[in-house]
């Protein structure tokens, strides 16, 4: 039988338009998996969070949002597939050699003058980029005396970017940004080729410390000279990247550095006074209160 023969006039009237209703089950699932599992994504921007939703629906061959929500709190098993759908791991060695060239000529300088590093890369994803910050600090002299943390939601990437493995096919591309980042030696002596992987050598981990962090619940646990947080905030509402900003201000020491990706700015943030600018094009910022 239709809804429309079902339901009196009166009724029909007292139904939610489609879009309405959808903004409702959309906001019931991420209450759901934030109360249930501790996990949030309720701050996350709406278009990122619905396209993810509507495809692990079709995985899932669910007609409604209120449907997964009963499948996503009933079997982890699901929330775990639905988990690495907002997860977004795109990332390559050097990635836009421009930001790591810019890092090597304008901050570098400024950490030469610290006894000791720490530098945070918050939303590593599986590691590569991480990688790449500690060949360029061994290649300045900086190394030895830095620890990086390495934090991301995602425990399953984490591991990945702990064995300090990566495709050996992509070894050209990579190759290719490393030497525009200003490298100055052959990038293969930084891996060793095992069958299909390029294993990283054990040194350059030494420094590394792996760790989860959870962008939107959690706090910081240390003082930073850099942070570097790269296209991860364009996944978020206003709401949240306001907050992840006031924690990255949080953890910088004075002077310390902030990095982040080229599609994102702190001109209309609520910090924005808070730094000057170390490259504009590269999105480079200095601490100054």
């Not at 278009?47 to 629906?57: A, T």
């Not at 890092?103 to 590093?117: D, E, Q």
């Not at 980029?129 to 190394?143: P, Q, R, T």
Request: include cysteine; hydrophobic fraction near 40%; charged fraction near 20%.
């Amino acid at each position: 039988m239709q809804v429309s023969k079902a339901l009196g006039q009166d009724e029909q009237n007292q139904c939610l338009p489609h879009k309405e209703l959808e903004t409702v089950e959309l906001t019931l699932l991420l209450e759901g998996i934030y109360r249930y599992y501790g996990v949030d994504f309720r701050n996350y921007a709406l278009p990122f969070i619905k396209r993810r939703i509507w495809n692990r629906m079709q995985a899932e061959q669910v007609k409604t949002i209120s449907g997964l929500q009963e499948l996503v709190l009933r079997c982890p098993a699901i929330m775990d597939r639905l988990f690495e759908d907002f997860s977004i791991n795109v990332t390559e060695m050097f990635r836009d050699p421009s930001f790591f060239w810019a890092f090597r000529t304008k901050v570098v300088p400024f950490l030469r003058n610290c006894p000791s590093i720490k530098i945070w890369h918050a939303g590593c994803s599986t590691g590569e980029e991480v990688y790449s910050m500690a060949i360029l600090l061994h290649e300045e002299g900086l190394y030895e005396r830095t620890t990086i943390y390495a934090t991301d939601m995602n425990t399953n990437v984490l591991g990945y970017a702990q064995n300090g493995e990566f495709p050996l096919r992509k070894m050209q591309l990579y190759t290719k940004n490393y030497l525009a980042a200003g490298g100055a030696r052959a990038f293969s002596e930084y891996y060793t080729a095992r069958q299909k992987k390029a294993a990283f050598h054990s040194f350059l981990a030494r420094n590394i410390v792996f760790s989860k962090h959870n962008l939107a619940v959690d706090r910081s646990f240390n003082e930073f000279h850099v942070i570097i947080c790269r296209n991860v905030m364009i996944y978020f509402n206003k709401l949240l990247q306001n907050r992840v900003h006031h924690l990255f201000h949080e953890s910088l020491v004075q002077s310390g550095i902030l990095g982040i990706g080229s599609k994102e700015g702190i001109k209309f943030m609520s910090i924005t006074n808070f730094y000057e600018e170390v490259d504009p094009f590269e999105r480079l910022y200095r601490k100054i209160q």
